[in-house]
């Protein structure tokens, strides 16, 4: 069957500009180059006096560098440009082209994006079928000096929470005008009108184009994204209340079923893969752990992915051990191959495994055995998730998670999680109920699982009550529960981002 195309991602969203002021000297393709290096997600090009000419050959260049990216170009208000070269959309402001005309020349399966300061403005876009919205002015900014209205935080909230109230809540948005790496946190807090509402990105012009280092200002936008986003996860879990069903090993079955209740989560422990179509319907996810396998197990593992495939329900693939026996490696690289994996999560040892198929190194047991830096796990997470095209999380004492070309490290945790068996498996529960709740971005679903599962670690070893492996568990079960319940509120003040 065609899969559709992703949804596109506005999170970084990197808007150009050509001025001498703001460019300086350099090549335009260039900066975009590493901004995309850097994480930025959505392109788009504005030129608005340039020669029709140039601004057509320029296009084309980013247009050959966006997509080997896979992420979405977009023009400014040059409508026929964008039909001319088949880019994924426009951007129109609301002084050009009105949407019903744009739509007739580039077609219903091309992006609409229109800028909006008001929430009339907003509402209108919306019923005339704008596919997202540029909110702004946020901050006066010297890259715009014609902007009408300077609406602030408060604006760009009041209009998110007009959006919802008239039912376009679905409507993607982003912020504009004067954003950069020292307030977008602030923004991204202020702005938000959860779970009503909030930005599924910010955009800037000057914070990436005109920084020394546009791939280090990209990467830290993708930071404040990702941040921002972790609430934003967090809540639709405890609002969708998704099933996480769970087929995993015998050791840890009761500690993943109260994670999964910890973050908000209904779990079901069901190793019968005859349930599993049934299951699949109930709009949740499949966590399918190797970690006792058995030849039954491997049958059941098979039809229960193809079940969840078939649903179009994200599955997480925990293959505990894949590289610790020859039936190990050989499954593992057997139930890769069957079907589509939302997440692949597993330590260095068995990603290095399933990378290298089943011929790969031997692992000891099922700890991860393997020294890799940084560089080298991040090369692996990144080059398996192409791969599969899948998430990757890698875990370790600074977990690594990928979408291949979008890649964070998650850095908090605390060494007694491996004084404790089950908490890398139940990691992957967690996972599930993220990902279920939060399809718009595996990816940062993943990561929130990664920050909240590492912060509970910490705040429970920190506990007077916590004097080892034994009443560490009680405690981290606590914490999770009780930072679930916080975050979700959007107080992000418990979590730890970094050690
Ligand atoms: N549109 P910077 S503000 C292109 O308010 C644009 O619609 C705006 O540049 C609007 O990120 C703006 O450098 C410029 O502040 C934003
Ligand atoms: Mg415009």
Known sequence: APTPAAAPNYGVYLVTDSTPAILGGRDLVQVVGAALRGGVTCVQYRDKNGDRGAV??????????TQRHGVPLLINDRVDVAVEIGCEGVHIGQDDMNVHEARKLVGQDKI???????VDEAIKACQDGADYLGLGTVYATATKKDTKSIIGPLGIRAILEAMAEAGHGAVPTVCIGGVNNDNAAEVLAQTSAAPAKS???VAVVSAVIAADDPAEAARHLAGHIAVAAIPLVVGAVGR????????TNLVVQNFAANVALAVGASPIMSNYAAEAADLAKLGGALVVNMGTVTPEGLANYKQAIKAYNDAG????LDPVGAGATAI????SAEI?????????KGNVAEMQTLYGGPSATQQRGVDSTSELGMAGRASLAASLARRHRAVVLLTGPTDVVSDGRRTYRVDNGHAMLGRVTGTGCTLGTAVSAMVAAYPADPLLAAVAAAVVFGTAAQRAVARDDVRGPGTFVPAFLDELDAITRATAEGDLRWLVLAR
């Open 56 to 65: 057509v050959a320029m296009a084309r260049r980013l247009h050959a560098l």
């Open 112 to 118: 609409i994006g229109v800028t909006a300061s008001s």
């Open 199 to 201: 930005l599924d990105g």
């Open 240 to 247: 969708a209340t998704p099933l996480s069903h769970n087929m």
């Open 313 to 316: 329900r994200p599955i997480i």
């Open 328 to 331: 190990r490696r050989a499954a």
């Open 336 to 344: 890769l191959a069957l079907g589509r994996f939302a997440v692949i």
